[in-house]
C-alpha cells in the first residue's frame, strides 16, 4: 500500500500545488468577501497572511512571488498610465503638481517630528522614515478601474502627485544608501541627473515611435501584447539602472503608450484582464505574506512604532488630500478618492525599509531596526485595508451620484450601429471605427448584418456569411461588447440593409469603401448610392489603410450650411468620442459661419479632445487639404444626399478629388441624418416645423439662441 502514502508537509514546495492554492485563493476571495461587502484587495492581502511564513505556513514566499509580485507593481503602475486621460492629465497637471507637493511635505514633516519626538529616533533614521509616509503604491487602482472611473479629475490628480512623491521619496533613499556606502560625491547628482534625463528621453521620444512602427506592420494580438509588456518591463529596467526604482519606468511606458492603445481595443481589454486576473492578485498575496502580526504581541516596541507609523501615515495622506480639496474647491467625494488612492503603502515603501534595515549605521545596528521592519509591514497591512475601503466607498458614491454625470452623456435617442460584413479583409477595420464610435458606456449596440441575395443563396456563401458574422463578433467580444449578428435573405443587398436598419431600429450605417471592378464602375459603388437614396439615416463609408489606433490626425472637412443638417451634432460627438479614444487631434475645416457653431458646441460638449478650427470658406479649394493630410491622417469628408440643405453641385466632383490626390490616404465619407427619419436634436417635431424652409430658419434660431447662451 505504498501508493497510499502521500508525503506531505509544509510549506508546500511543489509548483504545481503552489500555483493551484495560488488560483484558489485569487478565485475565492472575491466570493466570500462579496457577501460581506468588503473589497477584494483586502481578500488577498489577508489571505497572504494566513498563508505565510508568519500565519499557518502553507506557502513560502520563494522567487515565484517575487516574479510575479514585480509584474504584478508594475502592472498596476503601467495600468494607471495607461488609463489616464490624457488631456485631462495636462489640464489637471498643475493640481496634480501641487497635490505631489502637498502629499510630500506634509508626511515628510509630520514623519520627521513623531519619528524624533515620539520614537526617539535619530534626524537620519526620521528622514528615511518621513520618506516612506510620503510615497505610496495605487493599491486600489484595480477598483477605480472595475468601476471604470479611471478618467476622472481627482483619479488623474492623484496619478500625477504620486509619480511626483514616489521619485522625491526614492531620490531620498537613494542619498541616504549612498551617504552610508560613500559613493556620495562632488559628481553623485550630476550623474544621477543625466542618467534620469537621458533614460527620460529614450522612453518619451522613442517608445512611441517604436510602438507606432510595430503595430503597423504586425497586427497579431499576441505579438502586440508581447511586445507591450516587454516595453514596460524594458522602461523599468532602463530607470533602474539610472538609479530609480523601476515602477517609475513602467508608469510613464503607460502614459506614452496612452494614446497607442484605446480604451475600447481588444490589446486593452486583454492586458486588463491578464493583469487584473494573475499578477497584480500575486503582488497582494505577496504583500500579506511579509506581515508578521504576531510581532506586535512580542516584546519591543513594534506595537508602538506600527501604530505611530500607521496613524501618521494616514493622518498626513487626508490632510494632502484635505488641502488639495480646499485649494481646487474640490466636492468631497473627490477627496475622499484621493486619498483613499494615496493612502496606500506598499512597493517604495518596502524598498525604502528593506535597504534601511540593511545599511548599518555601526557594527551589528541598521539603520531601521527590526521594530520598524514589522511595524511597517503592519502599517502596509492597515494603510492597504483604509484605502481600498475608502476608494470603494467613493467610487459606489461616485458612479451612483448624479453630480458627476454631464448632461452630454445623458443620450436621447439609443444609440445602435449597423455593420453591413462581406468581406472579411474589411471586418477589422470597421468594427475598429464602429467601436471607437460608440458610446463607452454602453456594452451593446452594435449590430452585424450579412445580407445574402435569394438568387445567389449556395451553400458556399451561407458558409462564407457566417464566418464573417463569426469573425465579427470575436472582433467585439474581445472588448467586452456585445454584438447582435443577423443574417438576411433579400432581393438585393441595398434593400436588406434598408429593412436591418428599421427593424433593429439602427441609428447609422457603417460599411466599408467599395472597390471598383470595372472602368465604368462609379467610385462608392452602386451599393452605397442606392442606399444613400433609400434611407435617411447617417451612413459612414470607411477605407481604412492603417490599424485605427496608429493614427495621429483626424482632419475634418466640413461644407458650408452643414450646421443646418438635422444630423450636424451627432456626426460631432462621433468623431469627437475618435478622438478621445484615440486621444489624436481633430482639425476641422469649415466656412467661417459654420465654424462658429462647430467650435462652439465642441468647446462645451467636449471639452477634453484635443480640436483645432480653420477656416476653410470655399469647397473648391478642397485640394489644399493635400498639404495637410498625411499618411498617418484619418481624412473625414462630410457630404451630403442630393436635396439637402448643404449639398452643393461640388460634390459630383468628389469622387474624382478623392481616388486622384487622396487615395493613399484613410478615408471616412459621412452623409449626416436628414430630416426624414426622427433625430435627437434638431428633429422637425421638437422644432414645430414640417418644411424644410421653415425647418431652416427654426434650426438657425435655435442655434442662435443656443450660441448666445453658451
Known amino acids: 500500500m505504498d501508493w497510499l502514502n502521500l508525503d506531505f508537509q509544509l510549506p508546500i514546495t511543489n509548483p504545481t500545488w503552489v500555483f493551484f492554492l495560488v488560483l484558489t485563493i485569487i478565485l475565492f476571495a472575491p466570493i466570500l468577501l462579496n457577501r460581506l461587502r468588503i473589497p477584494h484587495i483586502i481578500g488577498m492581502i489577508l489571505a497572504g ?77 526620521a528622514i528615511l522614515l518621513a520618506s516612506m509616509y510620503a510615497s505610496h503604491t495605487l493599491i486600489a487602482y484595480p477598483i477605480v478601474s472595475r468601476y471604470g472611473l479611471g478618467r476622472l479629475r481627482s483619479v488623474s490628480i492623484t496619478i500625477a502627485g504620486t509619480a511626483i512623491t514616489v521619485t522625491l521619496a526614492l531620490i531620498i533613499l537613494a542619498v541616504i544608501a549612498g551617504g552610508y556606502s560613500g559613493t556620495i560625491d562632488g559628481f553623485f547628482w550630476m550623474w544621477l541627473t543625466l542618467k534620469v534625463i537621458a533614460v527620460v528621453f529614450l522612453i518619451i521620444y522613442f517608445f512611441p515611435r517604436i510602438g507606432r512602427w510595430f503595430f503597423r506592420k504586425y497586427e497579431d494580438n499576441i505579438m502586440q501584447f508581447i511586445f507591450v509588456l516587454a516595453m514596460v518591463f524594458l522602461g523599468g529596467g532602463m530607470l533602474e539602472l539610472a538609479g530609480l526604482e523601476g515602477i517609475l519606468g513602467a508608469f510613464m ?121 514589522n511595524g511597517t509591514v503592519v502599517m502596509i497591512l492597515f494603510t492597504c485595508i483604509i484605502s481600498s475601503v475608502v476608494t470603494e466607498r467613493a467610487s459606489r458614491q461616485i458612479t451612483l451620484g448624479d453630480d458627476f454625470i454631464l448632461p452630454d452623456e445623458k443620450t436621447k435617442e439609443e444609440e445602435k450601429i449597423l455593420i453591413p460584413v462581406s468581406n472579411p479583409e474589411t471586418i477589422e477595420g470597421l468594427m475598429g471605427m464602429a467601436l471607437l464610435m460608440k458610446d463607452p458606456k454602453r456594452n451593446d449596440g452594435l449590430v452585424a448584418l450579412n445580407v445574402i441575395n435569394d438568387n445567389n443563396a449556395s451553400e458556399s456563401v451561407l458558409a462564407r456569411g457566417r464566418k464573417s458574422l463569426e469573425r465579427t463578433a470575436m472582433v467585439a467580444a474581445a472588448v467586452d461588447v456585445k454584438v447582435a449578428t443577423a443574417t438576411r435573405f433579400d432581393q438585393s443587398t441595398v434593400s436588406g440593409i434598408i429593412h436591418a436598419v428599421k427593424e433593429y431600429n439602427a441609428t447609422e450605417v457603417v460599411i466599408g469603401l467599395h472597390r471598383k471592378a470595372t472602368i465604368v464602375d462609379s467610385f462608392f459603388g452602386a451599393l452605397a448610392e442606392n442606399l444613400l437614396k433609400g434611407m435617411h439615416r447617417q451612413v459612414m463609408i470607411v477605407k481604412c489603410l492603417m490599424p485605427a489606433n496608429t493614427l495621429r490626425r483626424i482632419i475634418v472637412a466640413v461644407p458650408v450650411k452643414a450646421e443646418y443638417e438635422a444630423g450636424f451634432l451627432k456626426w460631432i460627438d462621433r468623431l469627437c468620442r475618435m478622438g478621445g479614444q484615440l486621444g489624436c487631434r481633430i482639425h476641422f ?12 458646441y465642441v468647446r462645451k460638449k467636449h471639452k477634453n479632445v484635443r480640436t483645432e478650427f480653420t477656416a476653410f470658406p470655399n469647397w473648391e479649394d478642397l485640394l489644399l487639404l493635400t498639404g495637410q493630410v498625411n499618411y498617418d491622417h484619418l481624412l473625414v469628408i462630410v457630404s451630403a444626399r442630393r436635396g439637402s440643405i448643404s449639398y452643393s453641385p461640388l460634390f459630383e466632383k468628389l469622387p474624382m478629388q478623392i481616388s486622384k490626390y487622396f487615395n493613399n490616404n484613410s478615408l471616412l465619407v459621412l452623409y449626416p441624418d436628414q430630416y426624414g427619419d426622427p433625430q435627437d436634436t434638431l428633429s422637425f417635431s421638437d422644432l414645430g416645423h414640417h418644411n424644410e424652409s421653415q425647418h431652416y430658419e427654426a434650426v438657425g434660431r435655435w442655434f442662435y439662441k443656443w450660441f448666445k447662451k453658451s
Do not use: C
Not at 501618521?312 to 485649494?327: C, E, I, P, R, Y
Not at 465654424?595 to 462652439?600: A, P, T, V
Open 589 to 600: 475645416f469649415a466656412h467661417p459661419e459654420t465654424l462658429r457653431y462647430l467650435e462652439s
Open 253 to 373: 511606458v503607460g502614459l506614452v503608450l496612452n494614446r497607442l492603445i484605446p480604451h475600447v481595443s481588444p490589446l486593452m481589454n486583454r492586458l486588463e484582464f491578464v493583469g487584473n486576473a494573475l499578477f497584480i492578485p500575486y503582488f497582494l498575496i505577496g504583500v500579506g505574506m511579509i506581515i508578521n502580526v504576531r510581532s506586535l504581541f512580542a516584546q519591543g516596541e513594534a506595537l508602538k512604532v506600527a501604530v505611530v507609523m500607521t496613524i501618521v501615515a494616514t493622518l498626513s495622506k487626508w490632510l494632502a488630500a484635505w488641502f488639495t480639496q480646499k485649494t481646487f474647491r474640490m466636492h468631497k467625494h473627490e477627496r475622499a478618492m484621493i486619498f483613499g488612492l494615496s493612502n496606500a503603502q506598499a512597493a517604495a515603501t518596502l524598498a525604502a525599509v528593506l535597504i534601511g534595515n540593511k545599511i548599518e549605521i555601526s557594527p551589528g545596528v541598521p539603520l531601521l531596526n527590526d521594530d520598524v521592519l
Open 49 to 125: 497572511v494566513v498563508i505565510g511564513d508568519h500565519g499557518f505556513n502553507v506557502l513560502e514566499r520563494d522567487s515565484s512571488f517575487e516574479l510575479f509580485g514585480k509584474v504584478g507593481l508594475y502592472y498596476i503602475m503601467f495600468l494607471a498610465g495607461l488609463e489616464m486621460d490624457m488631456e485631462d492629465f495636462k489640464k489637471n497637471r498643475l493640481k496634480g503638481l501641487v497635490f505631489g507637493i502637498y502629499t510630500f511635505i506634509i508626511p515628510m514633516a509630520l514623519g520627521i517630528w513623531s519619528g524624533m519626538t515620539i520614537l526617539g529616533y535619530n534626524i537620519t533614521t
